[in-house]
């Protein structure tokens, strides 16, 4: 929640209370856990595992924010991935 806060108040900083919501929001494409066999396993890299972790979803996330719309979601999916994929480390 931190980090969203902070690329929130620093990108958007008249809008920033909406763009970290949005950015929180974003962390709903952890709901592919759920599909997952079992759901947490503290080994798993859950980046090219779970289907909204995936590559090519990854690949679409970072489309995302070269548009005015979607902008603010996207870095939150990217804040989201990138915090993720730290984990594989």
Same mark, same amino acid.
């Given at each position: 929640?931190?980090?969203?806060?902070?690329?929130?108040?620093?990108?958007?900083?008249?809008r920033?209370?909406?763009?970290?919501?949005?950015?929180?929001?974003?962390?709903?494409?952890?709901?592919?856990?759920?599909?997952?066999?079992?759901? %947490?396993?503290?080994?798993?890299?859950?980046?090219?595992?779970?289907?909204?972790?995936?590559?090519?979803?990854?690949?679409?996330?970072?489309?995302?924010?070269? %548009?005015?719309?979607?902008?603010?979601?996207?870095?939150?999916?990217?804040i989201?991935?990138?915090?993720?994929?730290?984990?594989?480390?």
């Amino acid at each position: 929640m931190l980090v969203p806060a902070l690329a929130a108040r620093v990108g958007w900083r008249k809008r920033w209370l909406r763009a970290w919501g949005v950015m929180v929001l974003a962390n709903l494409v952890d709901l592919d856990h759920l599909l997952a066999d079992p759901i %947490f396993d503290p080994q798993r890299c859950s980046i090219g595992f779970h289907p909204l972790h995936s590559y090519l979803a990854v690949a679409v996330y970072a489309v995302l924010p070269f %548009f005015q719309k979607t902008r603010v979601l996207g870095v939150g999916l990217l804040i989201h991935m990138g915090l993720d994929g730290i984990d594989c480390l």
